[in-house]
């Protein structure tokens, strides 16, 4: 794998997880979820809530999942030795959503979170002022509680496909 970035002191690789063909099935299956399937995130709470931020986007774990479709993002999903997947998920954002400044829980060793599309929004590492524009099959894996980080109201609809190790 080629690793575009890495920080150390920020423990947070930048990479193309997936190629672009793979990337843009992902997307076609999350496209297709039915909207029943998607929960709206409109809170964050201590201890991932940083100086009091919001979010406004749509989540679909795998257990919203249709088992087959939970089949396609384990067949693609990134492996790393000693780490076990554990939980998978799409964020969805409609124009104007966000997710505000936060820190991702660290009951997971791993935090893989993986554009779905080319555009201009992106994840902001608000610690070193880093943004992470999207693009496709680039993902940012964050290990444990990482960063600070943040996605600005988008200005297109966005994907990302999330795996959480362990
Ligand atoms: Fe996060």
Not at 119 to 128: A, K, M, Q, T, Y
Not at 136 to 142: A, D
Request: hydrophobic share 35%; with cysteine.
């Amino acid at each position: 794998m080629k690793v575009l970035f890495r920080n150390m002191g920020m423990t947070y690789v930048i990479s193309k997880y997936l190629d672009e063909e793979t990337a843009f099935k992902a997307k076609k299956y999350a496209e297709d979820l039915e909207d029943t399937r998607w929960v709206r995130r409109s809170q964050l709470t201590p201890p991932r809530q940083i100086d009091n931020s919001s979010c406004a986007y749509d989540f679909c774990g795998h257990s919203q999942m249709p088992k087959y479709v939970v089949e396609f993002f384990k067949s693609i999903a990134p492996q790393f030795e000693e780490y076990r997947l554990a939980e998978i998920a799409i964020n969805r954002y409609n124009v104007g959503d966000h997710l505000g400044k936060h820190r991702d829980v660290d009951y997971y060793r791993k935090n893989l979170v993986i554009a779905l599309q080319d555009s201009n929004d992106g994840v902001l590492i608000e610690d070193n002022n880093e943004f992470v524009k999207d693009s496709i099959g680039q993902g940012i894996c964050i290990d444990g509680i990482g960063p600070v980080h943040s996605v600005a109201p988008v200005n297109n609809k966005r994907y990302s496909l999330v795996y959480l190790y362990e």
